[in-house]
Each structure stands twice: as structure tokens, then as C-alpha cells.
């Protein structure tokens, strides 16, 4: 069978560091995006990961470790426009849509 | 603006009632996706279409039906066996349907049963 786990909630202060963990296992493997969505919104694309290694994207950085299947979102300096819903999703080689994870809820206080 | 238009933002349905949900993109993208959205579920596949007049099922097909007429239009119609519709829908589509390929999303379609 296919599935993503991720943390279900995690919680953060303004200006804080947070990292969202994203283990997967699927028949097959191309790459792991990151989605944002803020609550009752369309998710947005935030990153994609194909190989070994560290993307960063302005506050934004993604790892990813094929031989772990796993992946990681990394957000630095928190604001509160960051409370919203992140989801994983593989991406797998045989060409179909994306695999969502069921989300991680930040919240972001002062 | 280029996006996807999905309409109407909310809908009720009736019992033994098909109702059509209306996905538009003017992104001229080659692939366009269904999901379903449940409170803590995440997103999952109903279909998804990486061609005009070719679609495949996703993980929960059953009690939907779609079309692809056209490259900027996939329609979603959720049909009387589907006993639980009470969901978000999102429609989303992409440039390719594998690989690097972002998919940008539609602000989605609330369905309630009356």
C-alpha cells in the first residue's frame, strides 16, 4: 500500500524555527512537494524535493532523504500568516497524480 | 488572470440528486485532477485526466463521473450512489501529470446534502 505520515498538529511561537517531518512509502518514488493551506483556501504549492539534500526557498527549506523515505519542512521565523494546514505529497513514477499526506495544522502564536 | 475557476462555491444536494461541479482553467495545462477533502482526511484522488477525452479513476471513484471534452474544462458530477458527498472538493491542474509537475489548485467547491 501507498501512505504519508506527518504530525497531526504542531504548535510555535513568532520568530521560532519549526520542522514538520514527513515519512512516506509508495510502490514507487519521483519526488515529495510541499503544499500550504490556509483554512478553508486552496493549498499552494511550497517546494518539491527529487533528490538527496536541502532546497531553500526564502523562510522556506525542504530535505529530503530517499534512502530514509523521509522529508522534512522547515519554517524560520514564524509569522502568523503561517497558521495553516502543510501537506506532503509523493510523487510516484508511474505517472499519476500526487499521494497527499492528511496534513499538519501549525499554529502560530504571539 | 490565468487560474482555475471552480463553481459555485456552494452547493446543496438533494436526496437521489446528481449534481455537476464546474472546473475551468485557462492555464492551458494538459493534466486536471479531482480531490475530496474530509476534516482531517488530507486530499484524496477521485479522478484525474492527463489528456482530452482520456481519464483514469483515483483512489474513490465510486459514485462520481467526469468528463474531458475539452482541455480547459473537467467537470465533476457526483451521482445519487455516492452516499456521503458532504465534502470539499478541490480541482486542481498541472503541465504534465507526473514528475516536477506543480499543481495549482482551484478555491474548491463546498457540497452539503439537504
Known amino acids: 500500500g501507498q501512505s504519508l505520515e506527518q504530525p497531526s498538529e504542531v504548535t510555535a511561537v513568532e520568530g521560532a524555527i519549526v520542522q514538520i517531518n514527513c515519512t512516506y512509502q509508495t510502490s514507487g518514488f519521483y519526488g515529495l512537494s510541499w503544499y500550504q493551506q490556509h483554512d478553508g483556501g486552496a493549498p499552494t504549492f511550497l517546494s518539491y524535493?527529487?533528490?538527496?539534500g536541502l532546497e531553500e526557498t526564502g523562510r522556506f527549506s525542504s530535505f529530503l532523504s530517499r534512502s530514509d523515505s523521509y522529508g522534512y519542512l522547515l519554517l524560520q521565523e514564524l509569522q502568523m500568516k503561517d497558521s495553516a494546514s502543510y501537506f506532503c505529497a509523493v510523487s510516484n513514477q508511474a505517472g499519476t497524480a500526487l499521494i497527499f499526506g492528511k496534513g499538519t495544522t501549525l499554529s502560530v502564536s504571539s | 488572470d490565468g487560474g482555475i475557476t471552480q463553481s459555485p462555491k456552494y452547493l446543496f444536494r438533494k436526496e437521489g440528486q446528481n449534481v455537476t461541479l464546474s472546473c475551468e482553467q485557462n492555464?492551458?495545462?494538459?493534466?486536471m485532477y479531482w480531490y475530496r477533502q474530509d476534516p482531517g482526511q488530507g486530499l484524496r484522488l477521485i479522478y484525474y485526466?492527463?489528456?482530452?477525452?482520456?481519464?483514469q479513476k483515483g483512489d474513490i471513484a465510486e459514485g462520481y463521473s467526469v468528463s474531458r471534452e475539452k482541455k480547459e474544462s473537467f467537470p465533476l458530477t457526483v451521482t445519487s450512489a455516492q452516499k456521503n458527498p458532504t465534502a470539499f472538493y478541490l480541482c486542481?491542474?498541472?503541465?504534465?501529470?507526473?514528475?516536477?509537475?506543480?499543481?495549482?489548485f482551484g478555491a474548491g467547491t463546498r457540497l452539503s446534502v439537504l
Open positions: 524535493n527529487a533528490l538527496d
Open positions: 492555464l492551458n495545462h494538459d493534466a
Open positions: 485526466s492527463q489528456i482530452v477525452n482520456d481519464f
Open positions: 486542481a491542474s498541472s503541465i504534465v501529470a507526473y514528475g516536477e509537475s506543480i499543481q495549482y
